[in-house]
């Protein structure tokens, strides 16, 4: 949540600082700043409400020069979202300029001792606590800025990224983080620096990269190699790595919002998933993950699976559980990483925890990992950023391949988790012995075909469109579903209850009679996932009960269901697949219905409300 972008170098900082907060805008968008220093030493701050342009309307009236800079588009956590709260914020002398992600918890007795000690505030933030907390430091303790952000982030509780500029020193830029992602890109020669709080931001201008760690603190000065040290200013080293991203993943292309063009991404990033992974040899087909071949006695030995997620992550985890415990035949729970991290959860060495992230830096998952290295587990995780602070922190951890998602609501990222949940399944089980060979071959050949048939739902796209129009008018949806397309029904309901602001719930469909049905009355649409597989007969009733009570039925069904087209008012099909792969495919109408119904709604189906991509706050 909320993104930073900062530059030290020749160049001019404002067009790059501009072009970063806009490829970091899926981060936060509720307000934005950026602050340039002039080589005389003069600071120009720029702040708006709302989303990035109206940031760039003001600052284009204005002389944005400098080659210094630092910018900030935030998601609001302390104080609302309005210019007073934006970032950057200034210490009371006006000489210290700071941008942050994260929240500082103490920072209420912190601010009452700097009150006591005549600072005034501005804002209703922790942030612009920090700065006067730098600001201070360095008066009492009659210090430089880097010595001065050291000793203050010791008595920080909570998480911080941060960047701050000094006007006194035009050619420094001082970096920090702790439990929130911070990047420093390396440019020619060393003679700049790009700041950024994901890759993406910087990745058109260097691909050197340097990834701080916790409590680490970064110089950067202009023309000279970075320093970084820890927290008592002993000199740290750092590995800089070559990041390549697909650039072009950045790019809207022909499509009108990210998330319809990630939904139409899916075929050609599943391929890529399972690239290298999945493929035809002359006996068959051959399936290799990495994780497996190389920690096999660890997965193999270990008595449980803990499968630890937010999200649309959680709801891949649900299907991953069914997964393991069928081809694997070993015990596997699923818990929302907000409520691991502080329940008295028993985890033992003999336990493997799998962590399941989008960006790789989720603040609960990451500390649902730590919880669980110190009790002995093993981590293996799923993330879609290799460079990520959970996949360095793990064990072990695998790519899901699927590219830069840029839409707030997930779609390809939870089909490219599914996907390499299922692979992971089905070579543990094959290592294990758990699974006929016959059948192990028979899903390989399958999975190789699920990207063609998602491709054939795709071009359903125009009539899922005609179909959204018609629920604009809801005010609730129900969404039904059973065994493996039990989390497919959670999913659909997140997805539209997050861009078109429909309450949606999610239920079991066996679990409608036990309260939910109290809601179903003509007005209420109720989505069935009813493709032809498990309790299909039960769904059924269930279908009947719904038009029972004159509820308005839209159904997922596979393709030549004669059965249900005759009960319902609206049916979309897919394609036929296996048990264990059908919710590659169930999800995707689902993933089309969300979007057309917050489009129709004239609603922004990349930015929604309230939300922001990368959750790295609790």
Not at 322 to 346: G, M, N, W
Not at 449 to 476: E, F, G, H
Request: charged share 20%.
């Amino acid at each position: 949540m909320c993104g930073i972008v900062g530059y030290i170098g020749n160049q001019d900082a404002y067009p790059i600082l501009i072009d970063g907060l806009h490829k970091l805008e899926y981060r936060g968008y509720d307000s934005s700043g950026c602050a340039l220093l002039t080589e005389s030493g003069s600071l120009n701050l720029y702040k708006a409400k709302g989303k990035v342009r109206e940031l760039e309307s003001i600052a284009v009236k204005n002389n944005c020069c400098g080659t210094l800079g630092i910018a900030h588009t935030r998601w609001a956590t302390h104080g609302l979202p309005n210019e007073r709260n934006a970032h950057p914020h200034l210490s009371n002398s006006g000489r210290l300029a700071i941008v942050h992600n994260g929240i500082i918890e103490n920072y209420a007795s912190i601010r009452a001792d700097l009150e006591a000690n005549g600072y005034v505030f501005h804002s209703d933030t922790d942030t612009e606590v920090l700065v006067n907390l730098i600001e201070y430091t360095m008066l009492t303790c009659n210090c430089d800025v880097a010595c001065a952000v050291r000793t203050a982030l010791k008595q920080i509780v909570g998480s911080y990224a941060i960047s701050v500029i000094d006007v006194k020193k035009t050619n420094l830029l001082v970096c920090a983080r702790k439990s929130s992602p911070l990047v420093i890109g390396i440019g020619c020669n060393n003679t700049e620096f790009f700041i950024g709080s994901d890759a993406i931001s910087i990745a058109s201008h260097t691909n050197q990269m340097v990834y701080l760690k916790d409590e680490q603190v970064a110089v950067c000065v202009r023309g000279e190699e970075l320093d970084v040290t820890d927290l008592d200013g002993n000199k740290v080293t750092t590995e800089t790595k070559m990041v390549d991203l697909e650039l072009s993943m950045l790019s809207k292309e022909q499509y009108p919002h990210f998330m319809l063009k990630e939904i139409f991404d899916q075929p050609e990033v599943l391929r890529q998933c399972m690239s290298e992974r999945l493929y035809a040899t002359d006996n068959g087909f051959e399936l290799n993950i990495d994780a497996v071949l190389e920690h096999k006695e660890v997965f193999l030995k270990a008595k449980r699976f803990i499968i630890v997620s937010c999200g649309t992550s959680w709801h891949a985890g649900l299907i991953g559980k069914q997964l393991i415990e069928h081809f694997c035949k070993i015990p596997t729970e699923v818990a929302y990483a907000s409520e691991f991290r502080y329940a008295d959860t028993v985890v033992t060495p003999d336990d493997v925890v799998i962590a399941i992230s989008q960006s790789g830096e989720t603040a609960d998952t990451l500390a649902a990992i730590e919880l669980a290295k110190e009790k002995g587990a093993f981590v293996y995780s799923l993330v879609n950023v290799m460079t990520s602070s959970i996949a360095r922190v793990s064990n072990v951890a695998t790519d899901i391949h699927v590219g830069p998602e840029i839409g707030v609501a997930s779609t390809k990222a939870f089909t490219g988790q599914v996907c390499v949940l299922t692979m992971f399944a089905l070579a543990l089980g094959h290592e294990c012995g758990t699974i006929e060979p016959d059948e192990f071959h028979e899903i390989l050949a399958e999975m190789l075909t699920i990207p063609d048939k998602i491709s054939k739902i795709l071009l359903q796209n125009d009539k899922i469109q005609r179909l959204a129009a018609v629920y604009t008018y809801a005010q609730n949806f129900l969404y039904l579903g059973r065994g493996y397309n039990y989390p497919v029904a959670l999913e659909g309901a997140l997805k539209m209850k997050e861009i078109s602001y429909i309450h949606a719930e999610g239920y079991p469909a066996a679990e409608m009679k036990h309260g939910p049905i109290a809601l179903v009355d003509s007005e209420m649409p109720v989505v069935f996932v009813a493709t032809h597989h498990q309790l299909y007969q039960k769904i059924l009733s269930n279908m009947q009960e719904v038009i029972s009570r004159k509820g308005c039925i839209l159904a997922i069904v596979t393709e030549g269901d004669k059965q249900v087209a005759e009960m319902v008012q609206n049916v979309i099909e897919v394609p036929p697949t296996k048990m264990f792969l059908a919710p590659l495919l169930s999800v995707v109408p689902l993933q089309l219905l969300s979007y057309h119904v917050a489009v129709s709604k004239g609603l922004d189906v990349d930015q929604p409300r309230n939300l922001a991509k990368s959750v790295t706050v609790e």
